[in-house]
């Protein structure tokens, strides 16, 4: 980067883990983020307590691009184990800054970057009496370093510290000197700033920061959701960390403190899908948050509920399989798994949110879907939306909004009825309604998952079975009209389409923008759900040549494309990205580029 | 299960409970278990118990897992709601129905393969969480439903039809359960509905985890000499340590007992059972105590049966987690959404 440019730029901090450099991290980016800049932040750390390496990328872009931006402007290199691969990974004309208390490698230089040592050690040593601290307060020294590079306001940065360190003042005093000295030693040593810098702007007013697990487990409460249970799992703890926090903070009565929630860790993976079920067969909205492995888990219940016809709802954070495979990094990979999770004829309604402001609403959304179609509805989320800082519109909330219980009778209502048939499909839609136990003695059914006939008997009939699982077969057709619409970028100039899904979104769309500059223009549809609906097969059919954009080796949305709609397999061009960091427009850019290529050679 | 309707016949001079009904009532569908299958007694022993409560009939809900003793759910109570779900996996379906309505009476009904091998997870972790359920193993030793091979019941020693030797330690659910911290352990015969019965009440009374296990002889596959899961053999070892007697909150009790060997325990609602000493060694109040003499009688080759372990004291899962007294499920919306102000509030920390 030799132009001046402002608000455009990627910062990467390579650390230990453990060392505490999370909060000086957060602090850079929420100072951007309040500077009226749009910011994201991505974490990519190891499967480990402490001791590995880690890094922390951060992207403003005033244009708004808040995908992985795949290149590195500003790479503060605190871990020398890394040293090599961090200094390679900055982009030509970067800069990088290291602690020069020690000695680099004299083998490790690079002529096109400008290297910057500053005495990060040296400095907290001479100023912190304490072993912790001077190990805390280096990551907050280099924050005041880029703050003087990148032209940083500092009354933000005194104001975040401020917030952050309200009831800790020993800390507040601490965390002030080490921005301080940071910033001027910078001052007085550097030529600063940079070339690039940040400057005040507006584009993020509106927003906020937030991660899709916290925004999921938020809208999980909103939803109404009052039983949740789990089995703690990478990336997906902290969407039931959240949820319980918010219940904490809004569902005590506060007269007498209970709670009108009950969160249970499970043993496992299956006893916390059977928890969901036994709750959402009682009568409540019931959650369970897992990623992979619990997914493979939870498929006999899956199969369960699908066949019993019991709501739930089911987050899968994925991360990179197969097997445990790597626990802190992202893919898409359990389209298929969650899609057909369970033996026999089973399949599942999927929503895929894109961001943690979809994350929020599609909790209410799956809430509704589960109960209005009494079936398990799986949100395939990922690492990268769940576990990483986006920024994302203000949440706002209906307050006219009123849960879809779908059919169930009360008690009230079942008195009135001469007698009750569980799965008698009444309203010809292949929902049958439901009562809840407890309620009155004619609403009493006996659920299970061997061969039941429509009036909830126990068969091994060929025909009442046949029955059943072909309405189950009907219901599938129900909800393509309940579940969400794709979302649609669409000029009917264009023969070529891109269809994506999930935390692909950011990548794509600046992908399409700079293919656009480049004069070459690409609708776009993002899958939302599954089923599939109608506008799926309608941009299929409107486009020559069609590009399927995913995060997994096998290409499994291309996958279900050809199950469910009328496709040849050649329209659809794999653009497959799954190493387990998340995808970048340039990467898309470059494979489109590729195939456009091998078209004109051809 | 049934194929065939059961039918609906009702002796007029049949004694009403307080509800006006009779034991018909409480009754389910026609078994289609094995002509003699201890099972069956017991569903029985449930259908009086539940009758002898004057409980509602709407009011209970019935899980299980798989296997013979899992389809009996659907032999009692037609009028209550129940859930046969997977292999060993009814504990986690209690759970989650008994967080969403606390109000309920949850009685689970599952195997010794379902409870002691597939589903010895779940069945360790419910009574750790002390759920609030009745918990009965229809205990046989075998695999009834994929013909007859051993279960973790199974002692070692005993025979299979066809000859073969269990050569396995057998897990005693009684003991296992007490030292998870299972609130209520009892131990019956399914051919003794006179002790069956007054422990059933009990069980369904007691606020927490309430395991009975009960001995019931599968006459197909382990009815034989040579097995000791026979009607026979559970009869001669059948050894009574504590009798029990249910008393309703209504009645008094020194009326009926004498003092010294009869111990009553309060129940939460008011009700008591009275515990009779048959073994004076036996203490069903001490955990150690109890554990030890289980042991002992069980290497004796002794068949302890009775209210093995009692403590009313302990918090139930909802009081530790202190749910409110309102079932869940009957908390309107209204007061669950906490409202687009307190999300601004919220948000205000993702600044």
Redesign the interface.
């Known amino acids: 980067m030799n132009k001046p440019s402002v608000n455009e730029f990627t910062i990467k901090i390579a650390n230990v883990n453990g060392t505490g450099s999370a909060s000086a991290n957060g602090l850079i980016m929420k100072t951007l983020f309040r500077m009226g800049i749009p910011v994201v932040g991505k974490n990519y750390f190891p499967s480990n307590i402490q001791g590995l390496p880690t890094w922390y990328e951060i992207r403003a872009s005033e244009k708004g691009h808040l995908a992985r931006s795949g290149r590195v402007d500003l790479m503060v290199a605190m871990n020398a184990e890394t040293y090599k691969q961090d200094l390679a990974e900055v982009a030509s004309g970067g800069y990088l800054v290291y602690d020069s208390t020690w000695p680099r490698h004299n083998l490790l230089q690079r002529d096109d970057i400008t290297i910057i040592g500053v005495p990060l050690s040296k400095m907290c040593n001479e100023n912190f009496p304490n072993a912790r601290a001077r190990i805390l307060m280096k990551n907050v020294v280099y924050a005041g370093v880029l703050a003087a590079l990148l032209d940083f306001d500092l009354d933000v940065i005194t104001t975040l510290l401020n917030e952050t360190f309200a009831k800790k003042a020993h800390l507040l005093d601490a965390n002030q000197l080490a921005i301080r000295m940071g910033y001027e030693w910078a001052q007085a040593n550097l030529e600063t700033p940079l070339p690039f810098t940040a400057r005040t702007s507006d584009k993020s007013n509106g927003h906020i920061i937030i991660d899709g697990n916290t925004a999921a487990g938020l809208g999980a409460v909103y939803a109404g959701a009052t039983v949740g249970a789990w089995y703690p799992i990478t990336p997906s703890t902290s969407l039931m960390d959240a949820f319980k926090r918010f219940c904490e903070m809004t569902r005590k009565d506060p007269e007498t403190g209970e709670s009108n929630y009950c969160i249970v860790q499970a043993e496992d993976e299956l006893a916390a899908m059977g928890m969901v079920l036994g709750a959402s067969w009682a009568g409540a909205r019931a959650f369970t948050p897992t990623s992979g492995p619990g997914v493979s888990l939870m498929s006999e219940f899956l199969g369960y509920g699908y066949f019993a016809e019991i709501p739930a709802v089911l987050f899968n954070v994925q991360r990179c399989g197969p097997s445990t495979g790597m626990p802190t990094r992202t893919q898409q990979s359990d389209i298929v798994a969650s899609a057909f999770a369970s033996h026999g004829d089973t399949r599942h309604v999927l929503l895929f949110p894109a961001n943690p402001e979809e994350c929020f609403y599609t909790a209410s959304t799956a809430f509704d879907l589960a109960e209005r179609l009494q079936t398990p509805v799986i949100v395939l989320s990922d690492l990268d939306i769940g576990m990483n800082d986006w920024m994302t519109k203000e949440l706002q909330w209906s307050d006219t909004y009123q849960p879809d219980r779908g059919k169930v009778l009360r008690a009230d209502e079942v008195a009135k009825l001469d007698k009750f048939h569980r799965y008698l499909d009444a309203d010809q839609d292949a929902i049958a309604a439901r009562t809840l136990p407890g309620d009155h003695p004619k609403g009493a059914y006996f659920t299970r998952g061997s061969g039941h006939n429509m009036y909830g008997a126990y068969t091994e009939n060929a025909d009442e079975y046949k029955e059943v699982v072909d309405r189950l077969r009907a219901k599938w057709e129900t909800a393509k009209k309940y579940v969400p619409a794709p979302e649609v970028v669409y000029s009917a100039k264009n023969s070529i389409g891109v269809i994506s899904i999930g935390s692909c979104d950011e990548a794509c769309k600046e992908a399409l923008d700079a293919l656009r500059e480049q004069g070459i223009g690409i609708n776009y549809l993002r899958i939302k759900s599954f089923p599939f609906n109608g506008e799926v097969q309608k941009f299929i059919d409107d486009h020559e040549k069609l590009y399927v954009v995913e995060q997994n080796r096998d290409a499994q949305l291309k996958c279900l494309l050809c199950i469910e709609c009328d496709v040849a397999d050649e329209k659809l061009n794999e653009i497959l990205h799954y190493n387990g960091l998340p995808l970048t427009a340039n990467f898309v850019v470059d494979a489109i580029h590729a195939d456009l290529a091998k078209g004109e050679a051809a | 299960?049934?194929?065939i309707k059961k039918p609906a016949v009702r002796h007029p001079k049949l004694p009403l409970n307080e509800l006006g009904l009779t034991v018909r009532d409480y009754e389910g569908g026609m078994s289609t278990l094995c002509a003699g299958c201890g099972h069956d007694a017991i569903t029985g022993a449930i259908v009086e118990a539940a009758w002898g409560l004057s409980i509602?009939?709407?009011?209970f809900?019935k899980?299980s897992g798989i296997g013979c003793s899992s389809k009996t759910?659907?032999y009692f109570l037609?009028?209550?709601?129940?859930?046969?779900?997977?292999h060993g996996?009814m504990?986690?379906?209690?759970?989650?129905?008994?967080?969403?309505?606390r109000?309920?009476y949850y009685i689970g009904v599952s195997g010794d393969g379902d409870s002691l091998s597939i589903g010895m997870?779940?069945f360790?972790?419910a009574i750790r969480?002390n759920l609030n359920m009745t918990y009965i193993i229809e205990n046989n030793g075998v695999y009834g439903l994929t013909k007859g091979q051993f279960s973790a019941a199974a002692d070692r020693g005993s025979k299979a039809k066809k000859g073969e030797v269990n050569l396995q330690p057998a897990i005693d659910p009684c003991s296992t359960a007490i030292t998870l911290g299972a609130t209520f352990v009892a131990r019956s015969f399914s051919g003794d509905k006179a002790q069956l019965v007054p422990i059933l009440k009990a069980a369904f009374n007691h606020r927490g985890f309430a395991m009975v296990d009960v001995i019931s002889p599968c006459v197909t596959f382990n009815d034989h000499e040579g097995s000791t899961r026979s009607y026979k053999y559970s009869r001669d070892h059948f050894a009574p340590a504590i009798m029990a007697d249910f008393v309703p909150p209504a009645e008094d009790i020194k009326a009926r007992y004498e003092e010294g060997e009869a111990m009553p325990v309060e129940l939460h609602d008011g009700s008591r059972i009275v515990l009779r000493k048959i073994d004076k060694d036996y203490d069903p109040t001490d955990r150690v105590n109890a554990v030890s003499n289980l042991m002992r009688n069980n290497d004796a080759g002794e068949i302890t049966t009775g209210i093995l372990y009692l403590d009313e004291s302990q918090p139930e899962?909802?009081e530790v987690?202190?749910?409110?007294?309102t079932p869940?499920?009957d908390?309107p919306?209204s007061?669950?959404?906490?409202?687009?102000d307190?999300?601004r509030k919220?948000?205000s920390r993702?600044?």
Do not use: E, V, W
């Open positions: 299960m049934s194929f509602p009939t709407h009011r809900a899980l759910p659907a037609r009028d209550s709601h129940g859930l046969n779900s997977c996996r504990p986690s379906i209690a759970t989650g129905a008994n967080s969403a309505n109000d309920l997870g779940q360790a972790h969480r899962m909802h987690n202190n749910t409110t007294a869940l499920i908390i919306y007061k669950l959404n906490p409202g687009n307190m999300l919220i948000q993702y600044r």
